[in-house]
């Protein structure tokens, strides 16, 4: 058995649980129900430890300190969501047990991992047991213990992994809300899934090359856990380079544990990392920037990644912008970017919406650009800038035309230093077409923002999709391939008769009161299918107006704007 690892062991060992992790991700996403049910824990540490894996195979180094070092620098930087944070901290504390160390063998691992616990568990404002914590505090004991009988690196690794399994499957009886769904906790289970692939790298066997799939055996009851446990809307995760290295962070803890929940904040002599779920991202980002410089920053929405999750749709994250920042390149044929437009009038527009129809419809309304997205596909704030840049006006207005897309669009406002940005707030197609529609292209900016935003507030949006997977969700109990009608943003009804469905959407009282009504379809609807939709709210809606229209829309068979 091994007894001693060196550096060029060790990288071997994390670049080996990277790829563990890799491959068991997406089954670590479905146990995922703590602290919220956003089904990414997986995906977070994934990514968490690839930037690690990143940086280890760039470069090889001399001692394992300074494996160790790169590593835990690398995880701070690259760390995504509470479990990706609590993983970095683990092993910046572990760093910080070898330091100086060319080699080490199993007394020097335990008290390694003794100092990363201790590093998490500071960190964390308010530990919860059945955690990820829970599980690294007695597998390092249970390494401590080990060390005691045999010194090797590799069977105090096997006695780790041996007590993490016994206080993962606790994890359920330890926390309500794993008891309700009847799983273990997804992060601790990603902390031991790590564990085990740097044992393997020990003991020879091969590392894994493609994603695992998830056993629906081992998947949560993500129905079970209701919208209510989710506290604060926002997972809020940013990095800030310090301004100087022994800035005191007290000041900002206290002050974000006072905006919310869920508080981990890790650092090191040039930068700190804040992980926090709250309902004000922009007071959290603005507070810490009296530390230092405001380096990455990711936003996610909870409550609308429980939503999507609950009705067995995709759940959006952060880490599918990089997939549709490639999408929008390539459709720029690699033509190179030629900078910001020189401003051509006082004001501009620029909308965001998914399907040929929908675009074609903002720009025959004035709007100087179009970025594709929206639900399934938000783009990201760097893609939000370039059509801003692109357009040319002294004023850009933005309809962001989804909630996921708001705060990413609000981004742009201090970022932009050529134009001046402002954001209206539309949450739907619907609104966008309808403050589109009240823009005064001659007005002021403070006119043209006041006519928009009141426009939106005139707008009801209604959606028709399916379920994807079974579930119980807003009373109503889903099956899979149901038709399901949203009526903003909440369950309105489902039905296996789309036709019956409709009718019902359409006797409802926003669409009885409302003078017009357009019906836009989806990329999965036909024309013919679309027409007869149509004649549904003509015969129950004889007082409105009624617009079909060709949207083009991925997701949703249709949405219904009232007004």
């Known amino acids: 058995m091994t007894t001693t690892i060196d550096a060029a062991a060790f990288r071997s060992m994390v670049l080996h649980g990277a790829a563990a992790i890799s491959a068991n991700k997406q089954q670590i996403n479905e146990l995922n129900v703590f602290p919220v049910p956003d089904g990414d824990t997986g995906t977070n540490m994934s990514m968490t430890i690839s930037a690690a894996a990143t940086e280890l195979r760039a470069k090889t180094y001399p001692t394992l300190s300074a494996a160790a070092s790169a590593v835990a620098s690398a995880l701070l930087r690259g760390a995504r969501g509470n479990s990706g944070v609590i993983l970095s901290l683990l092993f910046r504390g572990f760093s910080k047990g070898v330091k100086d160390k060319e080699a080490i063998d199993g007394r020097d691992f335990a008290i390694a991992l003794d100092y990363g616990v201790a590093a998490a568990y500071k960190a964390v404002m308010k530990p919860a047991e059945g955690t990820i914590l829970t599980v690294s505090r007695l597998s390092a004991a249970a390494a401590a213990a080990a060390a005691r009988e045999d010194a090797g690196v590799e069977a105090v690794l096997e006695k780790t992994i041996a007590a ?54 081992d998947s949560a009851d993500f129905a079970s856990i209701g919208e209510g446990d989710i506290t604060f809307d926002f997972d809020t995760v940013f ?9 005191d962070l007290t000041e900002l803890r206290a002050y974000l544990n006072s905006i919310g929940d869920s508080l981990v904040i890790g650092e090191d002599d040039e930068a700190f990392k804040v992980h926090v779920h709250t309902d004000t991202p922009g007071d959290a980002l603005n507070k810490a920037q009296s530390f230092g410089t405001l380096e990455l920053c990711k936003i996610e929405n909870m409550r609308t990644q429980y939503e999507d999750l609950a009705a067995g749709k995709h759940v959006q994250s952060t880490d599918d912008l990089q997939q549709v920042e490639k999408e929008l390149e390539a459709m720029e044929d690699g033509a190179e970017d030629p900078g910001p437009a020189q401003p051509e009038k006082e004001l501009g527009f620029v909308a965001v919406c998914a399907g040929e129809g929908l675009a074609a419809a903002f720009k025959d309304l004035g709007a100087d650009g ?71 292209p001659e007005g002021t900016e403070e006119e043209n923002t006041a006519a928009m935003t009141e426009a939106i507030g005139n707008v009801h949006t209604s959606e028709v999709t399916y379920a994807a997977r079974d579930s119980d969700f807003d009373g109503f109990d889903i099956h899979e391939g149901d038709y399901m009608a949203l009526s903003e943003h909440k369950l309105f009804g489902t039905d296996t008769d789309l036709t019956a469905l409709l009718t019902k959407l359409a006797q409802d009282k926003p669409q009885q009161e409302a003078e017009f009504i357009t019906v836009i379809f989806g990329s999965d609807v036909t024309a013919e299918d679309a027409q007869k939709a149509q004649a549904i709210f003509e015969a129950q809606c004889p007082n409105a107006e009624i617009t079909l229209l060709d949207g083009g829309q991925p997701v949703y068979y249709y949405m219904i704007s009232a007004e």
């Not at 993490?164 to 330890?174: F, K, P, R, S």
């Not at 769904?181 to 790298?201: R, S, T, Y």
């Not at 962001?400 to 001046?420: E, F, H, S």
């Open 164 to 217: 993490g399994q016994e206080a993962l499957a606790n994890t359920v009886n330890q926390n309500p809300v794993l008891k309700k769904a009847g799983v273990v906790d997804a992060g601790g289970k990603g902390f031991l899934v790590i564990l085990q692939g740097m044992l393997d790298e020990l003991q020879g066997k091969p590392m894994p090359e493609t994603d695992g799939d998830a056993s629906a055996a």
């Open 239 to 247: 990095i800030v380079r310090k301004k100087r290295p022994d800035v």
């Open 370 to 440: 179009v970025i594709s997205g929206g639900q399934t596909m938000n783009p990201s704030t760097e893609d939000i800038m370039k059509q801003i840049q692109r357009t040319p006006a002294k004023v850009v207005f933005v309809l962001p035309n989804n909630g996921n897309i708001i705060m990413a669009a609000q981004q742009c406002v201090p970022l932009c230093k050529d134009k001046k940005v402002v954001v209206i707030p539309t949450k739907t197609v619907p609104q966008g077409i309808s403050a589109l529609l009240a823009a005064l």
